[in-house]
């Protein structure tokens, strides 16, 4: 109870004035702060989601890992950024889509083969830091709605995030490899005393 109180607190007051606003206002925050912590809380909610009934929805993960892919792909669009910048109700909407896109992938990345895990990691981090290169090094604005200077500082931003990414990917695969490893060789002594 405690903590779906201060899940809706958290989120509450990022999607509200005056932290909304705030980060709505400079590139660097929405696409390296909000739409993270979007997809973190949305996922923090879909890894409670007991598996069984995630399991009738997305029996092996991956129609979560599209839409999550999905949603990203979308809102990180220029014309998507400057839409949801202009409106409140685009706004409220990529919110929303974020939430329901890390609840996708909080249900079911426990699902995912490790290879798919592996996959989709080493492709965010790609993803990542070709927008970084991108956004940094492209002489003419992009989004309408950001400054030359807070396109270029995204940019620069998204490299160094994509390289903390790639580090926090491996470790997070290679955490999850050790256990089902050790999940595989426990299963295996329970076959062999039985």
Do not use: K, N
Request: hydrophobic letters at 55%; aromatic letters at 8%.
């Amino acid at each position: 109870m405690i903590l779906a109180l201060a899940w809706l607190l958290v989120t509450g007051a990022l999607l509200a004035p005056p932290l909304d606003p705030y980060l709505d206002g400079v590139m660097v925050r929405v696409v390296l702060i909000q739409v993270p912590l979007l997809l973190v809380l949305g996922a923090l909610v879909g890894r409670r989601t007991p598996d069984a009934a995630a399991r009738r929805w997305d029996p092996a993960g991956f129609t979560g890992l599209a839409f999550a892919a999905g949603a990203l792909v979308f809102w990180m669009l220029p014309r998507s950024l400057d839409e949801a910048a202009r409106s409140e109700v685009m706004d409220q909407l990529r919110h929303l889509s974020l939430l329901a896109a890390g609840f996708g992938l909080g249900a079911g990345w426990r699902r995912l083969p490790f290879a798919a895990r592996g996959g989709a990691s080493i492709l965010t981090v790609a993803m990542l830091g070709a927008m970084g290169v991108f956004y940094s090094r492209y002489d003419a604005l992009v989004c309408g709605w950001f400054t030359l200077a807070q396109q270029r500082e995204a940019g620069a931003a998204m490299l160094r995030a994509s390289g903390l990414a790639l580090v926090a990917f491996a470790a997070l695969l290679v955490l999850t490899l050790a256990r089902e490893h050790r999940e595989q060789r426990r299963a295996l002594a329970a076959d062999s005393s039985s």
